[in-house]
Nanobody, 127 residues
Framework: QVQLVESGGGFVQVGDSLRLACAASGRTFSRYAMGWFRQAPGKEREFVAVISWTGDNTYYADSVKGRFTITRANAKNTVSLQMNSLKPEDTAVYYC????????????????????WGQGTQVTVSS
């Protein structure tokens, strides 16, 4: 129903910026909340940011608040994550996700609240 493909990952240095993009297919995309998660080596996948289906509400993990910005362009079926002032601890595989038709939260933050996932894109921040 919904397919997600991330892009934009790469290798950067501390303090650099990077913009991730997620291309989505599916006619109901514009009515789903969209989130970004990340998984660092040896760690569980964790919440990063989410934007409501209207685009009017966002929520960020404390670790990225003030540095990352999530946006969406429903007409183009894209969701982006602008990452500024990157730190080594931001190194991870980043995944975009969409909640499903049964979703209730405006800005879901739990992995279990999402039905669709992309394949992930690697972000590496070196000192």
């Amino acid at each position: 129903q919904v397919q997600l493909v991330e892009s934009g990952g790469g290798f950067v240095q501390v303090g650099d910026s990077l913009r991730l993009a997620c291309a989505a297919s599916g006619r109901t995309f514009s009515r789903y909340a969209m989130g970004w998660f990340r998984q660092a080596p040896g760690k569980e996948r964790e919440f990063v940011a989410v934007i409501s289906w209207t685009g009017d509400n966002t929520y960020y993990a404390d670790s990225v608040k003030g540095r990352f910005t999530i946006t969406r362009a429903n007409a183009k079926n894209t969701v982006s994550l602008q990452m500024n002032s990157l730190k080594p601890e931001d190194t991870a595989v980043y995944y975009c996700a969409a909640d499903g038709p049964s979703g209730t939260a405006v800005t879901p933050r739990r992995l279990s609240e999402y039905d669709y996932w992309g394949q992930g894109t690697q972000v590496t921040v070196s000192s």
